[in-house]
């Protein structure tokens, strides 16, 4: 088992996201503003299946790093999936949804993390 800090975390499903060819991943820290994760992950896939597939990859992959999902909400939605890591919530969503609920938007007072670095 690996013992991940939330940032390495949140990182590592972006990462993960990406190989997976998710779209306009962000990473944005929240700790300072919301008592609910200290960071959120928002990608987006092309299409309910690639959501579905995207969310169905990042539970796998953290899993075999001995870190599973406290819960998962929306499977059965054909537009967002969220993941909770509890110091770390994912949201995959299509592009429609993630226009919709706009959550990039509502976290601006968020601190934008470069993952990729």
């Known amino acids: 088992m690996i013992c991940m800090t939330s940032l390495e975390l949140a990182k590592q499903a972006a990462k993960l996201l990406d190989d997976k060819k998710a779209e306009n991943i962000s990473v944005i820290k929240i700790d300072g503003i919301s008592s609910l994760a200290d960071y959120f992950v928002i990608a987006t896939g092309r299409g309910s299946t690639h959501v ?11 899993k075999e790093q001995g870190t599973a999902p406290a819960r998962i909400e929306g499977y059965r939605s054909d537009s967002w999936i969220l993941l909770d890591y509890s110091q770390v919530v994912v949201h995959v969503f299509t592009q429609e949804a993630r226009d919709f609920y706009d959550l990039d938007r509502l976290w601006t007072d968020g601190l934008k993390i470069d993952w990729q670095a």
């Open 52 to 62: 579905r597939s995207l969310s169905d990859e990042l539970e796998e992959k953290l």
